[in-house]
């Protein structure tokens, strides 16, 4: 009541502009965490083209490679001694390992992307500690 009296204003008028003051605060906020999660949806949709990409060019390698390099690899084992057939299996096994492993780092490292992104939003939840901070003080 002492500073009410000194600044000339009723209780009420502070108390109303604190409350006014306080609900301008939070929506400011909102528009903060409406704008983070904008941001954060961006680069989860980044990460998720790179997958995607991945995956393609995975999927084309694994074509590609099979058809020339398992052709190219039965040639040298039947040249080496070993019947067609067999040559022909060991051939198309080894070429899938190596494609497989190529196609798993793309998309390992895509995920890593989405992974580190981490869609929290830390500078909304920060603004809002130092806010209820200074509302606890104000009060």
Do not use: C, Y
Not at 16 to 34: N, Y
Not at 63 to 72: D, F, N, Q
Not at 108 to 128: I, V
């Amino acid at each position: 009541m002492a500073f009410a009296e000194q600044s000339g204003r009723p209780l009420s008028d502070l108390l109303g502009g604190l409350v006014a003051d306080v609900t301008g605060l939070f929506r400011k906020e909102i528009e903060l965490a409406k704008v983070e999660a904008s941001e954060k949806i961006d680069d989860a949709m980044k990460a998720g083209r790179l997958l995607a990409v991945g995956a393609v060019l995975a999927i084309g390698a694994i074509g590609v490679l099979l058809a020339a390099l398992v052709s190219g690899l039965t040639v040298l084992l039947v040249n080496m001694g070993m019947a067609e057939p067999l040559a022909n299996f060991i051939s198309a096994l080894v070429v899938t390992v190596v494609v497989g492993g190529v196609a798993w780092a793309m998309i390992s490292r895509g995920m890593t992307a989405l992974k580190t992104n981490k869609l929290n939003m830390e500078r909304t939840a920060h603004s809002l500690e130092m806010d209820a901070a200074a509302v606890r003080e104000n009060l």
